[in-house]
Each structure stands twice: as C-alpha cells, then as structure tokens.
C-alpha cells in the first residue's frame, strides 16, 4: 500500500480529477505531509494568472520540502491538471525539473495508469478517494467547452466538450450513496449540455431522471447551468420532479450590459434578465447565484452603471465578482479599452459591499424558521458546533450554517431554528 500526499488546486471538477485518479492506484494511504509520502500529486489550476502562480507556487514549495531527503526515500512527484494543459511539459519542465511526471487534463482517465507504470507497480481501482467527508460529492458530468467566450481559456486547457455516459454517471452516483454521503452536486464547464454530444443525442433531464430517484439521495444540485440551456422543458421537468432537486441555480452571466456582453461572446447579450424572470416564473422561491466579471475591456462607466442596476434588483442569494484578467490565448486579451487596475478593483468593491448587503437582508428573512440543515464537519475551534448547509448553500462557495444541539454529527440532516443571521453564514439551534 502506497502513502499518498496530495493537493488539489482550483475548482471543483479537478478535485473530482484528483479523487478519481487516487482511487484508481489501489489501495493507498493519504499521509497529511509530503516527507511521509510514496507519492506526491499536485492537481494544478491555470485558468488565470493567479492561479498558474499559486499552481507554481505550491509545487516548488513541496518540492523544497523533501529536497533534502535521500534519494531512495525522496517521494515520486507526479503534477498534473490545468497547468500541463495550458502549458504543456515542454514549456514546464525546464523550469520545474523536480517534477517527476506531468500529466495533461486532456488526459485524465490515463493519470492513474501512467503514475503505476512509472512506479513499478500493478494497480487495483478501488473506485473514488471521496475527500469531502461523509455530506456530499461532486459528481462530474462532462470535461472541456464548446463556447468560445473571448475571456476564457478553458477549451484551449480542457478541449471540446465531452459528455460522461449516463450509464457511467449512474454507477458513480450509487457508489457514493452506497457510502452514506448525502448530497450531490453536479459539475462541469456546462451542466445544462450534457447529453448534445453523444450519439445519439441526449438531454440533461434524461440524465435526472436516473439520478433523482436513487436510493440514499437527500439532494441534488445543479452547479454551472449556461443561461441558453436552461429551457422551459428543463425547468418545467424541474419543477414537477421536485426534491431531491433542490431549487438552486448557479447561473454564470458575467454582466448585464448589452455591449459588454457582446464582446465577451455570451448569451442573452440584449437582456441577461431574460433567464432570470424565467427561472423565477417556475420557481419563484429559487436562490440564484452568479459570477460577474468587472473591468472588462471597454466597460464604461454607463455599463457599471447598468450592471450595478442589475444586481441590486435581482437580488442574487450568491454572487462571485472577479476583476477581469488578460489571459494569454483569449481573444479578450488584445481587446482596447482597458481599464486600470485600480478602477477595476474599485468597481469591484461597489459590487462586493452591494451583495453583503443583500445577502444579509435575505438571511435575516430566515430568522426564526425551522428548516433541514445538511451537516458537513465539526468547527475545531469550537467544541459542539459544527459547519452544515441549507438547501440554498452550496458547499465551498456559499456561506454556512453554523449549527449546534442534540442530534448534530457529520453527514446528518437535522431540522434545526436559525437563530441569527450573519451578512453570509446563518446560525442555528437543533431542539
């Protein structure tokens, strides 16, 4: 049995990467330092600037950690995810010749098969290494993008889109539940496609259909959902299903302004309010979150001005804002009309202070209302009082629901009083 020592980096499908790729070498045992290791593995991000850094960043810095160990004791080093993808081992290994063996993420379901062969050793696939406890899972339902949105680097680092079979993601999702786990998200560049590109054609509700009703699913959420593919006949199916679904939207508009969004190559570039009264007009109580990109090229001041507009009276549950960023490879990237950097971090702030306030008003709406709280892990701080979710959060990017009282424990759904709102997080109290 191999000691493993792993770090996933970025978002959630390349920690179901990771998780994939440790199940597949066998039996192993995770060790929580890198001198401790057989194996270490990196899972990088490169989606933006900060991210290759951090990426970088992290794999010097472990790499100095076990530099000084002999060489028959040093572990074997195996990088892999976005960074390869964008880059390619030919432009990283001069710079980073630690590294063992780097692996691309167009690649991913040779990753476990290429660490074995270079260890020497015959592997067992013991099915996912799950690494978000005992609540919930990831499950990823597609790899790469067919849109070309002009800030985007993603289908040059991840490729085409790439539905998984449903059959594939059916056995998967069982053998989560089968392990207790409670809640799944689904992930991908765009949930809503899944299905387009096989043969013959599928739609996302037919995948639902098999998921929903699996025996041990508490919830299911949808994460990522492109506004084109959010139809009447998804949500009308949505609708009528009912729980587990539960009525959460992570829909990734970007902005509001007509221009901005037209340079940007997204949908619903005349009125982004298009999808959002949609989805309201099927789920009235739905919480909706989104990501919007500020200080994109040429954004004036009116554009601001229009987006600002726009989320103050949409009254998103959870907003993500990021200053734009000029990848290298995105057609954004030799677009006039730049904006500086300190009026971009500016516009920025405005948005941020405008969702706190938001955001605190709709908690204080569930103040002194009893509702199912999903537990996900004890605060260490603090003895009896444990991190959970309501239906309307996400886990990892939404606030919490800091909960305590009888019943409470990893992977239990307690019906519990919230008893105080926070701008993001909530606080609740079990009988």
Not at 356 to 377: F, K, T
Request: proline content about 8%; glycine content about 10%.
């Amino acid at each position: 049995m191999i000691s493993i020592y792993s770090i996933s980096l970025g978002c959630p499908k390349n920690r179901v990467d990771t998780e994939r790729c440790l199940g597949g070498l066998g039996p192993c045992r995770p060790v929580d330092s890198p001198e401790k290791a057989d194996l270490v593995f990196i899972n990088t991000c490169g989606f933006i600037k900060p991210a290759v850094a951090e990426s970088v960043q992290t794999i010097l810095e472990t790499a100095e950690a076990v530099a000084n160990m002999p060489a028959g004791k040093r572990p074997f080093l195996a990088v892999a995810g976005c960074l390869i993808g964008r880059y390619g081992e030919a432009g990283l290994a001069p710079d980073l010749p630690e590294v063992d063996l780097f692996l691309d993420s167009r690649d991913v379901s040779a990753w476990s098969g290429m660490i074995l062969s270079r260890l020497g050793l015959a592997g067992q696939p013991s099915g996912r290494l799950v690494s978000t406890g005992e609540a919930y899972a990831w499950l990823k339902i597609s790899e790469g993008c067919n849109h070309r949105c002009s800030f985007c680097t993603i289908p040059m680092i991840r490729g085409p889109f790439s539905s998984s079979p449903c059959e594939k993601l059916v056995e998967e999702a069982q053998d989560l539940l089968g392990r207790g786990i409670s809640e799944l998200v689904l992930v991908a560049q765009d949930v809503s496609a899944w299905g387009h590109d096989l043969k013959p054609p599928k739609r996302l509700r037919g995948l639902l259909e098999k998921l929903l009703p699996l025996s041990g699913l508490k919830r299911l959420r949808l994460m990522y959902l492109y506004p084109t593919g959010l139809t009447d006949d998804l949500l009308g199916f949505l609708r009528e299903a009912g729980p587990p679904f539960v009525p959460y939207f992570d829909i990734p508009l970007q902005h509001a302004s007509a221009g901005v969004l037209s340079r940007m190559g997204r949908p619903f570039a005349q009125d982004p309010g298009v999808v959002v009264r949609r989805v309201r007009e099927y789920f009235p109580e739905a919480a909706l979150r989104t990501s919007i990109i500020v200080g994109f090229p040429g954004e004036s001041e009116e554009d601001f001005a229009t987006l600002v507009d726009f989320v103050r009276e949409t009254r998103f549950h959870h907003l993500g804002v990021f200053a734009f960023q000029a990848e290298e490879g995105a057609a954004a990237a030799k677009m006039r009309g730049k904006i500086p950097a300190k009026v971009k971090e500016e516009r920025r702030d405005v948005i941020m202070t405008l969702q706190r306030e938001i955001s605190q008003e709709i908690l204080e709406e569930y103040v002194g209302r009893r509702m199912p709280v999903l537990v996900d892990a004890p605060e260490p701080e603090w003895p009896g009082l444990h991190a959970g979710r309501t239906w309307f959060q996400a886990p990892e990017v939404d606030g919490k629901t800091y909960v305590s009282g009888p019943g409470v424990a990893p992977g239990a759904v307690v019906e519990a009083e919230i008893t105080e709102a926070l701008p993001y997080d909530l606080v609740a109290l079990t009988d």
